[in-house]
Each structure stands twice: as C-alpha cells, then as structure tokens.
C-alpha cells in the first residue's frame, strides 16, 4: 500500500486567498483524521471523520475552515479565506479501527503571505 | 478526561548511552498507549503501541516501552541511543472505554543524541 497520499506537498498562496489539501486514507481504513503542527501550538486535531460521516470537529479553528469527505478514499480540508496564522503543517492520518495505530500522510506545509 | 503528559520538552543523551522519554496519562477507563517518532519535515510514524498484555512492549528501531499501571505511566525506552535517534518523540492515549476514535497527543519530547 502507497500509505496515505496527500497533496499538495507545498502550498503557498496570498491572504484571502481559497486553499484546498487533499488526503487519500490507507484502503480499508475507517477512520480519517486531520491535524495542524506549528511551532506554537504543537500538534492539534481539527476535525476526524469515521465512516466518511464527521464525528468530531471541535477542534475546526473557525468557520472559514471546512472538511469534506465525499466517499472512503478521498478527503478535503478547505480554507477561505485564508489568513497569514492559518500557516502550518496539515497532516491526514487514517486508521482501521479503535485499536490501531493511526497512519499518517507526508503532510502540506501551507504558507499564507 | 483522557489527557498526556510529556513532562520533558527536551531529552539529552549521549550516543551509546540508554536513553528515557517520559509519558504519563490519565484516562477513566483502561488505556490504548502509541509513541509516535517524528523526523524532520516528516509525518509522525508509529514506533509501539500496548494494548493489553505483556507490560513491557517492544517496537521499531530497537525501542521499548514499559506500561506501569499504578503510575499511570509510559516511558519509552533504548538501551543504547544513536545519533540517528533524534527527532520528535510523541506519547498518545485513546480510552478503551469510551467511544472515541481519536488520539489524544502529549506536546511532544525533542530527543537530541550528541556522539
């Protein structure tokens, strides 16, 4: 299995400006998780989804912040407009079960000018 | 609440020498315990997990960690660090109990192994 594929790698783009990353999950895997790392904040969960259903976005900063997941194999995390704080790095982790490890994608460093 | 501490926000060690990083947890129920290493400009990777068993787990890269109960602890351990050790350690904990499915993630320990 390629493990999970996250795109873009790399984003850089202007304030006000609309980013989407993109996650595709370990086949088979239930769960999907979106997290942000900076240097202040660590590592924080935004928002996870099981079954393709959300389950807990809590941790979704604001509403210009959404995730979609249409179908098992693909999920986004949208940003719009997008503000400079909103730079960090943007994991996609999936899992198979309450008991498993989780698996986590390369990430997208996201900078916001 | 489910919670974990990583107490140490930095952990020296000498190559060659056994290396600790501290993990302690609370939750209601009993716990699923992961460590988690992260590389630079790298995802965090799984190392070990214990979920029930034996309370000494062993894990990738020659790590170790012992599951004390009465601690509520979950130190990760290496009898002889390497210089390619250092990175970013992360102790997480899910309630067994409760229906969660999220992980809840220490603030992670930065390992520096100097030769």
């Known amino acids: 299995d390629a493990g999970v594929i996250q795109s873009p790698r790399h984003e850089v783009t202007e304030m006000g400006q609309e980013v989407t990353l993109r996650c595709k999950p370990i086949?088979?895997?239930?769960?999907l998780f979106w997290y942000r790392q900076t240097m202040m904040r660590g590592l924080e969960l935004l928002i996870y989804?099981?079954?393709?259903?959300?389950?807990?976005d809590s941790g979704m900063p604001e509403d210009r912040f959404s995730a979609k997941m249409p179908n098992a194999s693909f999920s986004t995390l949208k940003i719009q407009p997008s503000e400079p704080r909103d730079s960090a790095v943007y994991f996609c982790a999936s899992n198979r079960d309450r008991v498993y490890e989780q698996f986590f994608g390369p990430g997208t460093r996201l900078t916001v000018l | 609440a489910q919670s974990v501490a990583q107490p140490e926000d930095q952990v020296n060690v000498a190559e060659g020498n056994p290396l600790t990083v501290k993990c302690t947890y609370s939750?209601?129920?009993?716990?699923?315990l992961f460590w988690y290493v992260q590389y630079p400009n790298r995802g965090l990777q799984f190392l070990l997990k214990?979920?029930?068993?034996?309370?000494l787990v062993k894990g990738s890269y020659g790590f170790e960690a012992e599951f004390n109960k009465s601690q509520t602890s979950f130190h990760l351990k290496k009898p002889s660090a390497l210089v390619s050790d250092s990175a970013l350690y992360f102790c997480a904990v899910r309630d067994l109990r409760g229906s969660q499915g999220n992980l809840i993630f220490g603030k992670g320990t930065k390992l520096s192994v100097k030769p």
């Open positions: 939750v209601s129920g009993n716990p699923y």
């Open positions: 989804f099981n079954n393709n259903v959300p389950i807990d």
């Open positions: 214990y979920i029930t068993g034996d309370n």
């Open positions: 086949s088979g895997h239930d769960y």
